[in-house]
């Protein structure tokens, strides 16, 4: 088995090759290989650049075990090397959370204090009126499973497979990882090597039948 310090595969191949993983050995994934991933998938984007996502790392084998118990018992859970609990936090509108996106802004240039009292206004208005989204929970949810496709799109390219899995019970995960309640857990991302094949290809319909045209339910001439 290669264990791949680099990516080694390019971003079509890694998006055509991705599977759900249901089973995984136990070789670990590197520790240089799984930074890389980590920081590829944070580079999603997010509103404001807020960047709502967490995520836990769990790689003991203890901790998989309580985590596969919240988990309708998946195998995946405690075969993986590393399972994220990957989550989203709803606190980012709050006045020191603006504060700490403003300076990283700052720091790299792309905040001046013009847009930096924008972002003071708009952010809490955001989330005080919610135009964008009905529940908070909607907008947490989008901008954290972004990092996800990211991560499994990412890992990929290093050789990495990965299961992203809703079958868990929120809850749950929460006590068990003193998640605090304002923080909602998307869902649990299992990373490592797969070890049986994959099972067949379910397919994807054609372009046709989920892209439109300029409005909903009309053809796309491409
Ligand atoms: C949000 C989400 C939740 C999923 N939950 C589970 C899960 O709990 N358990 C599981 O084995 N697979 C889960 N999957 C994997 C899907 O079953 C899988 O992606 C789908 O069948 C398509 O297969 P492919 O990813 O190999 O192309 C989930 C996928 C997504 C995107």
Redesign the pocket.
């Given at each position: 088995m290669t264990i791949n310090m680099h990516p080694s595969m390019g971003l079509k191949d890694s998006i055509e090759q991705r599977?759900?993983a249901?089973s995984f050995r136990s070789d670990p994934i590197p520790d240089a290989a799984l930074v890389e991933i980590l920081r590829l998938g944070v580079r999603a984007p997010s509103g404001y650049n807020l960047q709502p996502w967490r995520f836990v790392v769990v790689r003991e084998t203890e901790n998989k075990e309580r985590l596969k118990a919240c988990a309708f018992n998946?195998r995946?859970v405690s075969e993986a090397p590393v399972v994220l609990i990957c989550c989203g936090d709803r606190r980012v509108a709050e006045p020191d959370y603006i504060e700490s996106v403003i300076k990283l802004g700052a720091e790299a240039g792309a905040v001046n204090e013009a847009y930096a009292d924008v972002m003071r206004q708009k952010i809490p208005a955001l989330f005080e009126n919610h135009p964008c989204f009905q529940h908070v929970e909607a907008w947490t949810n989008r901008h954290t499973m972004l990092a996800v496709a990211h991560l499994m799109i990412v890992a990929k390219s290093y050789g990495v497979d990965s299961?992203?899995?809703?079958?868990f019970v929120s809850d749950q995960v929460k006590e068990a990882f003193q998640i605090p309640a304002e923080v909602d857990v998307c869902?649990l991302l299992a990373l490592g090597y797969v070890a049986e094949p994959?099972k067949p290809?379910?397919g994807r319909f054609e372009i046709d039948q989920v892209f439109f045209g300029e409005s909903y339910e009309q053809p796309l001439t491409l």
């Amino acid at each position: 088995m290669t264990i791949n310090m680099h990516p080694s595969m390019g971003l079509k191949d890694s998006i055509e090759q991705r599977r759900a993983a249901r089973s995984f050995r136990s070789d670990p994934i590197p520790d240089a290989a799984l930074v890389e991933i980590l920081r590829l998938g944070v580079r999603a984007p997010s509103g404001y650049n807020l960047q709502p996502w967490r995520f836990v790392v769990v790689r003991e084998t203890e901790n998989k075990e309580r985590l596969k118990a919240c988990a309708f018992n998946q195998r995946q859970v405690s075969e993986a090397p590393v399972v994220l609990i990957c989550c989203g936090d709803r606190r980012v509108a709050e006045p020191d959370y603006i504060e700490s996106v403003i300076k990283l802004g700052a720091e790299a240039g792309a905040v001046n204090e013009a847009y930096a009292d924008v972002m003071r206004q708009k952010i809490p208005a955001l989330f005080e009126n919610h135009p964008c989204f009905q529940h908070v929970e909607a907008w947490t949810n989008r901008h954290t499973m972004l990092a996800v496709a990211h991560l499994m799109i990412v890992a990929k390219s290093y050789g990495v497979d990965s299961c992203p899995m809703e079958g868990f019970v929120s809850d749950q995960v929460k006590e068990a990882f003193q998640i605090p309640a304002e923080v909602d857990v998307c869902c649990l991302l299992a990373l490592g090597y797969v070890a049986e094949p994959f099972k067949p290809y379910g397919g994807r319909f054609e372009i046709d039948q989920v892209f439109f045209g300029e409005s909903y339910e009309q053809p796309l001439t491409l």
